[in-house]
């Protein structure tokens, strides 16, 4: 079983940052692209930012120039610094990882349980 537990979220004005932590565990041999999408009650669920195990980066073009992701792969951790953030920003964040279990070498596809980021105006 492959497990990924996200923290960071929260309230925080216009203009304001926060990071964003995802921590996959388990059964994990090998941990390939790691993302982060986000939702909210009037979309559907976008991605907003992707990162290979090679550290090759993807950004939907909305948060381009102000959300970095990153990633420590000892760590099999992603983050998301998002900076500048705006109202349109509010959402669930969600941590979504894929790759290689032990063992059985079967790959796997984990979603986070989500974190909620609030961007006061």
């Known amino acids: 079983q492959v497990q990924l537990v996200e923290s960071g979220g929260g309230l925080v004005q216009a203009g304001g940052s926060l990071r964003l932590s995802c921590a996959a565990s388990g059964r994990i041999f090998r941990t390939d692209a790691m993302d982060w999408y986000r939702q909210t009650p009037e979309k559907q669920r976008e991605l907003v930012a992707s990162i290979t195990s090679g550290g090759s980066t993807n950004y939907a073009d909305s948060v381009k120039g102000r959300f970095t992701i990153s990633r420590d792969n000892a760590k099999n951790t992603v983050y998301l610094q998002m900076n500048s953030l705006k109202p349109e920003d509010t959402a669930v964040y969600y941590c979504?990882?894929?790759?290689?279990?032990?063992?059985?070498?079967?790959?796997?596809?984990?979603w986070g349980q989500g974190t909620l980021v609030t961007v006061s105006s």
């Open positions: 979504h990882a894929a790759g290689v279990r032990t063992f059985t070498f079967t790959t796997f596809d984990a």
